[in-house]
């Protein structure tokens, strides 16, 4: 059964960092690009970050996340990274990982090219 399990998350004071992983207990993760995903309390989810199967990494071409959040995988123990660093409240949000079928690199900014999703782990930053 496909599966993954975001852990990680927690609180943290402006300028803190933490390091998020995702599990998965796919046997074809290795083949799989991998996208993390944060949604704040009444907004709409954000794309943050995605490691590809091929080792290509994405981000958003916004300024939100951009140099401060790095995204890593390391396909022998089938775990995906999300590094956060330089935190403020603005990053307060869950934070899901999800993974894409085999072998593809559909536009990973968007949440419907994502074959299943983890449960999320919560990333509260105070001011």
């Known amino acids: 059964q496909r599966q993954l399990v975001e852990s990680g998350g927690g609180l943290v004071q402006t300028g803190g960092s933490l390091r998020l992983s995702c599990a998965s207990s796919?046997?074809?993760?290795?083949?799989?690009?991998v996208g993390w995903f944060r949604q704040a309390t009444g907004k709409d989810r954000e794309f943050v970050a995605a490691?590809?199967?091929?080792?290509?990494?994405?981000?958003p071409d916004s300024e939100s996340v951009k140099g401060r959040f790095t995204v890593s995988r390391d396909d022998a123990t089938r775990t995906a990274y999300l590094q956060l660093n330089g935190l403020t409240p603005e990053d307060t949000a869950i934070y899901s990982c999800a993974a894409q079928k085999s072998y593809v690199n559909w536009l990973p900014e968007q949440p419907q090219n994502y074959a299943y999703w983890g449960q999320g782990t919560q990333v509260t930053v105070s001011s």
């Open positions: 796919d046997v074809t993760f290795r083949s799989r690009t």
């Open positions: 490691a590809g199967w091929n080792g290509d990494t994405y981000y």
